[in-house]
C-alpha cells in the first residue's frame, strides 16, 4: 500500500496557495503560513529558504502545468483550434486555482521580491511566444496568414485573457475567466485569419 501523503514542501504550497486564496488581496506572512500548515516559522524555513522561494515554487507549478499542456496542444489540429485551446487552457487553470490566480496578476506578489514580478512576465512572454509561433505556423502549414503580424495578433489574444483573469481576480473570484468564452471565441475566431 503506497501512502501518497504530500510532502511537507508541498503541504507548504498547498497552504500558500490555500491562503492566497482565502484572503484576496491579504499579505501572506510567514508566520501565517506556519500557523496555516502546522508547524514552527523555523519549519518553513528548513524547506524554503525565504517566502520569496515559496513563491518561486508556485510560478515553477505554473510553468510546469502551463508549458506541458502547451506542448501538447501545439502537436495537432489547426492553428485557430490550437490558439483557443491555449486560451482556454488559461483560463480553465485560473478558475481551478483561484489563489495562484493572483501570482499570475501580481496581486499577492505586491511589495514582493522584483525577481517573482520578472519570472510572471517571462511566464506570459512564453505564452506570447507560443501563440506566435502557432500563428506563424498557419502559414506555412495551413496557407494561412493573420490579419495583423502574429506578434500583433498573439498579443491582442494574450491581452484578452490576462484581463478576463484579471477580472476574476478583482471580482474576489466571482466572474469566472471560462464564463462566456466561447461565444467570445466566436467573434474572436473569425478576425484572426485574412
Known sequence: MTDNKPSRKEQILQALAHMLEAEPGGRITTAGLAREVGVSEAALYRHFPSKAKMFEGLINFIEDAIFSRINRITEEGTA????????????????????????????????????????????????ESQLKQVLRDAEFKEGLRTQASPTITANLLLAVVEGRIAQFVRSGFKQRPGQDWQEQWQLIEPTLFR
Open 80 to 127: 485557430s483550434a490550437q490558439a483557443e485551446q491555449i486560451l482556454t487552457l488559461m483560463l480553465a487553470f485560473t478558475e481551478r486555482n483561484p489563489g495562484i490566480t493572483r501570482l499570475l496578476t501580481g496581486d499577492a506578489l505586491t511589495g514582493e521580491n522584483e525577481r517573482l514580478h520578472q519570472r510572471i512576465q517571462q511566464f506570459y512572454d512564453r505564452v
